[in-house]
């Protein structure tokens, strides 16, 4: 799991060209990985070219609470529930989308 892993997240900065952020919202969560890849013997290329962000803070805000409920909604058509890896993953995510739009169009124009 570790190599197939470390090869995913380094052929993906490869593609876009940049490093990667891989964001968590449980500290567990991203330790797991990193120690599966470390134990690939891979950790020293990834770590190079992943940014791990905890984003727990982001789902207490109304932006995030609101884009996560949306999402879980409708992930529960595809019958894909709360705590499901992927269902998480994917309402995390518009979360994390949700707060950074919020606070774009909050950031000083100059």
Do not use: C, K
Not at 78 to 101: P, Q, W
């Amino acid at each position: 799991m570790g190599r197939r892993a470390a090869e995913w997240l380094i052929q993906q900065t490869a593609e876009r060209g940049a490093p990667i952020e891989v964001a968590y919202d449980y500290e567990a969560d991203f330790e797991l990985l990193a120690a599966a890849i470390h134990n690939a013997g891979l950790w020293d290329q990834v770590s190079l070219v992943v940014r791990p962000v905890n984003i727990d803070r982001l789902i207490g805000t109304i932006e995030g609470e609101l884009a996560l409920e949306a999402a879980f909604g409708e992930l529960r058509a595809r019958r894909l529930f709360r705590h499901h890896a992927l269902a998480d993953a994917i309402a995390l995510r518009e979360a994390y989308m949700a707060v950074a739009r919020a606070l774009s169009r909050r950031a000083p124009r100059t």
